[in-house]
């Protein structure tokens, strides 16, 4: 029995490839060559027109720091995008709208702190959640939790939708994001397609 597990683990390895091979790296981890500002753009495009081919480009899987500040980031479009709706609902008050910095100042700037860290706690959450749920049996081929925290991490990238106003650009990057959860859980995590929409 052991024997046989350890063979068809290894004949799995092998059909699948190592899930912790290091990759030529995303546009995220080569920063230092190109800046932050356009590598953060490339990825986040990438991961939205070519998310297979960047799932698979990790140079780091291993070690998350990479992965946090592409999240953070992401989380800052979530928070503007937040301020932006206040905003919004701000200018619908009609003619005689005051700002009143003490309620409506904190206001917006509580919403964009809770949008940047609420972000890296959603995905924090959502990465251990499923990967607790998917090792009992929906992979095939077996990864530590901090590879499918960085996959989900660079899945964000539309998050750079978000600013888009009138509720239709965090509709369209939640929907986008959760479909790259989906296929980044079945090409770059292994994991059985029921599993992953499940």
Known sequence: GVVVEA?????????????MAPGPGTPWEDRGSIGAIPAFFKTAIMSMTAP??????????????????????????????WVLHDYIAYLHR??????DIASDGEVWVLHFIFGVVGTWVMLNLISRIFFKLVAAGDVKAKAP?????????????????????????????????VCLFMYGAIVRLAVKTGGAII
């Open 7 to 19: 063979w068809d683990s290894a004949h799995q390895r092998e059909l699948i490839g190592d899930l």
């Open 145 to 177: 939790q901090v590879l499918t925290y960085n996959v989900y991490a660079y899945c964000l990238g539309p998050s750079i939708l978000a600013l888009i106003p009138f509720f239709v650009g965090p509709l369209v990057a939640l929907v986008w994001i």
């Open 94 to 99: 009609g003619p005689r709208r005051e700002f």
């Open 52 to 81: 297979g081919k960047l799932l698979k480009s990790l140079r780091r899987p291993e070690t998350p720091s990479d992965a946090r500040a592409f999240v953070i980031i992401c989380g800052v479009f979530w928070g503007l995008s």
